[in-house]
Structures are given as C-alpha cells and as structure tokens.
C-alpha cells in the first residue's frame, strides 16, 4: 500500500500570519493520524517561518506514526535533528529568498559532506532520505553516500505547462524510480502534488511514500484536515488497487 505522509508545515504558516499560538501543527498532526496518515513531514527551516523549535520537540512527543524531519545541513539544525531523532531525516536544499524548496539537493557536489553527515543520524538510528532531481547522476551520488532512500522531486511534473512536458517529465521520474532500485535505495516523491495531478505519479510502480503538504492543507481550511486527508489517501488507495491488478495480470500470463 503506498503511504501518505502529510507535512504540516502550512498549519504553521497560517499561525505565524499572526504570531498567535493557533492553530498548532501538533493539533494537525493528531487529525492526520486519525484520518490515516501513515506519517508526519515538518521542516525546520533556518529561517524557521512556520514550523518552530517547540512545534518540533511537541510533533516528535505526539507523533504516533512515523514522523519524517525535512532539513537543510546548516550545523545548528543538524545538531537539533540529532538531539530530537525523528524517524528518518530528508536532507533538502534551502534558500532565504525562496517560496518554498525548489529544485532537489545537489549531491554530487556535497557528497564529500554528506556521506559523514549520513553516518551520524546512521548512528543514532534515524533513516535517511535525499530530496533530489530524477538524475541518473544525482541518485547513483545519493547512494554511494549511503542513504536508505531518495525523495524524487515532483516539481518538474506539477510545473509542466504542456501534455508532452508533462509526458516527458513522467517518463524521468519512471526512470528514476527504476535507477533508484537498482542502487537498492527506496524511493519516496513530493512536491507540488495536488488532488488534481497526483495520480499518474501514484500509478509508477515502485514509489512507496508521498509527502504532500501545501494542497492538502489548502483543501483543510474548506472541508477539515480528516476529510481532506481521507480524499488524499483514496487516491493513492486507487493507485495501489491499479499496481495489484497490474501484478495479478502478470501472474496469469503463461511463462515464456
Ligand atoms: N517534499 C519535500 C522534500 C519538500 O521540501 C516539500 C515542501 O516542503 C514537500 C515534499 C511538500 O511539497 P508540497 O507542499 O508542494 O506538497
């Protein structure tokens, strides 16, 4: 079954438009859980505009399911993933001027950083997770740091402007998974996934998480995060029904 883990980080967002203490991300958390979320996904930016230190010691004490931490490497929030040892980290690039993460991770470059880096949330149990473009280059990078799993980012799907864009940006994603399997790395996707486009991705065989924030968050505020969530799950439930039969026709087909 393919997991959905919900971010939260835009519960905070909408708290910090008034620097009040409403609505908590631990309280959408709690919803999310009880909706079926199979996960949790914050980030703690340096900037920390949305999720804050507290919001983070406060997920890691309620979160029941697996709580995943999106971070940058800046020493002083590697220092508070290690002290908190989410489930697993997801190391992304961050920059201040920036909307939101755009692009993946630049692992060829920073391999000689990250491989150590890797080894010490390794160390204290915490799985990791790169957030990188589909790149052949990137993914055999990834794995040769040793992380357990690459976040293959969707962006250049969602942000397609044309069909054929859209194919082609499939097409890149599909191959990475199957790159990705082939350096044994387990492979997870997010990023600009709605309700609207997230069923073709859902449908790549072989992608077991999604982390998907801004679209389920935005449907929450008009119908409640359990509603919203639910929506989301179906969704990924069909896709899963689809890699069944897909496995199923392949068993009645006759040995050739
Ligand atoms: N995955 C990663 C690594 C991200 O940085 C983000 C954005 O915080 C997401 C998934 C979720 O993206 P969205 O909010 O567009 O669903």
Redesign the pocket.
Known sequence: MLKLNV?I??VATLRQARRTDEPDPAWAATQAELAGADGI?F?LREDRRHINDRDAEVLKQVVATKLNM?MSTDAGIVKIAMRLKPDQV?L?PERRQEL??EGGLDVVRNAKRLKPLVKRFKGVGVATSA?IEPAETQIRAAAECGFDAV?LWTGGYAHAKTPRARTNALDTLIEGVDRAHDFGLDVHA????TYRNVAPVAWIPGITDF?????IIARSVLVGIREAVQEMRRLLETASHHHMAIVEADDLLPDR
């Open positions: 971010n980080d835009h996904t980030h999106e997801t992304v939101t993460t957030f976040e997010g990023h600009g996934l982390n998907i924030g801004h679209s």
